[in-house]
């Protein structure tokens, strides 16, 4: 067993910073039971971080000592294991355009996944599913626009698409609009009043 540790913890240190690994990436190494358990030792002993179920992180070593990925890694990770798009939510998104003062307190990201809890360190992270059309941009700049105007909602999309089509760039806005017709009927009537009002 401790030979299959040192395995995982050399293959885990050659990975870049922020990457993730699961069991079944491990196989190659070992039989699956032995795997999962060489894994949950590293995780015990500070090794690896347990990002979600049946993912680990390497733990991140500075001169300060080791500390867990950074949410939004964890986020990536668990996206690239998984298949999942994962996105931050519509108030970080809001907060990101400056559309809004609020910074949220919990970490709450949206994805096309199930609705769960995973951990990161000692930071819970929620993940909440989201209809297709919040994630269908993903985290281009045009994504973050449409996820911030869903957390706005119908009453200040318009106000605000004013000041989000200076910020975006032409070519952004003009994902923005060619993806209009995936959005609620709100939605899509106050980016085509945007672009072409």
Known sequence: MQHLTSQILGYAEQLPEGAALSAKSLLHLGNRAAVDQALS??????ELIRAGRGIYMKAIKSRFGSRP??????AAAVAHQRGEVIVSNGAAAANALGLTTQVPVRSIYLTS???????VGSQEVELKRAPPWQL??????????????????????EEALSSIKRKLSPEAFTELLAAAHQFPTWLARSVGKAAHG
Not at 113 to 119: I, L, V
């Open 136 to 157: 269908s941009l993903a985290n281009r700049p045009a994504g973050v626009a449409v996820r911030a105007l869903a957390w706005l909602g119908p009453e200040r999309a």
């Open 69 to 74: 990925p950074t949410v939004e890694q964890a």
């Open 41 to 46: 030792r590293l995780h015990e002993r500070g």
């Open 113 to 119: 996944g199930r609705s769960r809890t995973m951990s």
